[in-house]
């Protein structure tokens, strides 16, 4: 059974970091594309940063970018979303989730985790 972890989120005030984790079992975490979403309330689900199996290219929302970062650390099964200068607008619920397809660029994600919250009070 293949499996998503999250851990991290938390209450910040505006301005602060927060570092989000996710582990991933069940499936060879090498070989898959993986990606951090988050969801609002209210508001539809959005991609806020994507990195290839190798971690090579990454790829980020233009409201994220200069402030996250996502990596990941293959000999631990986990990616990473490190988040800087937190705004009250970054307030969401964060989902990690995997490619279904092992080495792809592109294509869908077939494996979720439950979410972890994160809130910025401003």
């Known amino acids: 059974q293949v499996k998503l972890v999250e851990s991290g989120g938390e209450l910040v005030q505006a301005g602060g970091s927060l570092r989000l984790s996710c582990a991933a079992s069940g499936r060879t975490f090498s070989m898959y594309g993986m990606g951090w979403f988050r969801q609002a309330p209210g508001k539809e689900r959005e991609s806020v940063a994507t990195i290839d199996w190798s971690g090579g290219p990454t790829y980020y929302i233009d409201s994220v970018k200069g402030r996250f970062t996502i990596s990941r650390d293959n000999a631990k099964n986990t990616v990473y979303l490190q988040m800087n200068s937190l705004k009250p607008e970054d307030t969401a619920v964060y989902y990690c989730?995997?490619?279904?397809?092992?080495?792809?660029?592109?294509?869908?994600?077939?494996?979720w985790g439950q979410g972890t919250q994160v809130t910025v009070s401003s």
């Open positions: 989730a995997m490619r279904d397809r092992a080495f792809s660029t592109y294509g869908s994600y077939d494996v």
